[in-house]
């Protein structure tokens, strides 16, 4: 089974521009839906999988700040890439320290905006497979008993064995078959492993 291409989405009031954005980035086989406002896309947005936004940042209805809220605000986390006129410059600058991928200006070079689309989608595949992770480490560590979790963060902070017995009154190898539990619910083949599990967890 093959991967669904990515979606870009395309958020221009625009029509022309619309219709050509789609038509190029479908021309290097990726899936490309227009919206006619940021009201329209954040009404009919629902998570395709890997992509990303392109977002003109004067429209009417919502501003382009007021749409990067609204997308934040219902946890659309796609990339997005703003498309500014030349004297919007310091408006999207404002718009990267918000979280924007990248702007770029009118018009655009269509290399360019591939170029740009395809890091986009790059960076958004490598976010998508980071929350996975994490999810599914916080998932085994629910696994984890009240005590194997104490263990486990004690055993963090480079305590021995021994030192955790004697932090708990217990034997070491009661410590031990603990440790084997804990590596075993979290899948870790080394020590060094579950110091990477735990650093995860507090991300």
């Known amino acids: 089974m093959t991967d669904s291409p990515s979606c870009v989405h395309i958020i221009d009031d ?15 086989d990726l899936v490309g839906i227009e919206y006619e406002s940021a009201d329209v896309f954040l009404e009919a947005y629902s ?9 003109d940042l004067r429209m009417p209805g919502l501003s382009g700040l007021e749409a990067l809220d609204a997308m934040r605000r ?11 006129g030349h004297g919007d ?5 404002r718009a990267l320290k918000q979280g924007v991928f990248d702007f770029l200006e009118k018009p655009c070079n269509d290399n360019i905006l591939i170029e740009t689309i395809n890091q986009a989608i790059n960076f958004d595949l490598s976010e998508r497979k980071a929350r996975e992770k ?22 963090v902070t480079g305590k021995s064995n021994r030192q955790v017995a ?3 009154s217990l034997s070491s190898k009661t410590i031990e078959r603990h440790r084997s539990s804990i590596m075993r619910k979290l899948d870790a083949s080394s020590f060094a492993q579950l110091v990477r599990i735990v650093a995860l967890r507090v991300e």
Do not use: K, M, W, Y
């Open 14 to 28: 625009d029509d022309s521009v619309r219709a050509s954005t789609r038509f190029l980035v479908e021309s290097v």
């Open 47 to 55: 998570d395709r999988g890997s992509g990303c936004i392109i977002l």
């Open 74 to 84: 219902q946890s659309i986390l796609e990339p997005i890439i703003i498309i500014t």
């Open 89 to 93: 410059v310091p408006v999207a600058v």
């Open 134 to 155: 994490r999810q599914s480490i916080h998932t085994a560590l629910e696994l984890l008993t009240p005590r194997e979790d104490e263990v486990l963060n004690l055993l």
């Open 166 to 168: 004697e932090h708990f």
